[in-house]
């Protein structure tokens, strides 16, 4: 797999349980404690996030860190 | 979940999952084209590993990204 699809692919899926929980990315922002524009960029792909920032969204959306490694796509959703 | 934990538990499954291979660091660092002394910072929880580099172990393990982060354990095997 290409590296900037691993990003990619990771971006769409916190884009989707992001949405699940009804958030806006402002609200994800203020809850995750990042800002926005690292959000937005996350989730376009466009960052080569940490482990340990890994596990802070996935807590923060309460889903194991496991999940946002599932259900990649590479289709727009 | 304090974030040293997550990496000392990252850290332990991924030598977990290098020992299920039968694989030696050495082995392993030549497998997934890092430095010897990288990896073994990583098992030992002292490596905020980015995205890439997590889903390149995972690929030189054949496992999912997600198998990464299951069956993480506190306690030391």
Redo the contacts between chains.
């Keep these: 797999?290409d590296?900037s699809d691993?990003?990619v692919l990771?971006g769409r899926r916190i884009r989707e349980l992001r949405k699940a929980r009804g958030w806006s990315q402002e609200e994800f922002a203020l809850h995750v404690d990042m800002d926005r524009s690292y959000v937005g960029s996350v989730e376009r792909g466009e960052?080569?996030?940490?482990?340990?920032n890994?596990?802070?969204i996935a807590?923060t959306l309460e889903v194991?860190?496991?999940?946002l490694?599932?259900n990649w796509r590479l289709a727009e959703s």
């Design positions: 797999m590296k691993v990003k990771f960052r080569n996030i940490s482990l340990e890994i596990c802070l807590e194991p860190p496991s999940e490694f599932e």
